[in-house]
């Protein structure tokens, strides 16, 4: 990015589906991915006069994450993450949880076996979303 906090170019999309978050605080949303995931920030809009961020661009564990403030005045009004969760398909999953928690997210099912085969493990981050992570058992 340049000096002007301006993106030269838009980074490339990684992955075929790419969740779009609402939060409340997006570049500090950013941040804490960066801390718990491991996220890398590739784009981010200007900051407006109210202190919101309209768009940032993640890459997170090899796929792209966009993320931005509400912003109820154009029909984007904040609400509670609901009925979904983000999951990521990691190794090590007990350190890469154990990061997350570090970092500041709600520990809620810690890493297990699973009856699937795999080890799993749920956790919430401070802006209210529900992040899984999975280890395929070899």
């Given at each position: ?28 949303a ?65 350190e ?43």
């Amino acid at each position: 990015m340049s000096s002007t906090n301006q993106p030269d170019a838009p980074a490339p999309v990684k992955g075929g589906l790419v969740a779009y978050l609402t939060v409340d605080g997006a570049m500090k949303a950013a941040e804490f991915y960066v801390r718990a995931f491991g996220a890398e920030i590739v784009t981010v809009m200007p900051v407006d006069e109210q202190g919101r961020t309209m768009h940032v661009h993640l890459y997170v564990n090899g796929s792209s994450l966009m993320l931005g403030d509400a912003y109820p005045e154009h029909g984007h009004a904040l609400q509670s993450p609901q009925a979904f969760n983000l999951t990521l398909m990691v190794e090590g999953i007990d350190e890469r949880y154990a990061r997350a928690v570090e970092a500041g997210a709600t520990a809620l099912m810690p890493p297990s076996d699973m009856f699937w085969g795999d080890r799993y493990g749920q956790l919430r981050d401070p802006f209210g979303v529900l992040w899984a992570m999975n280890q395929v058992k070899r």
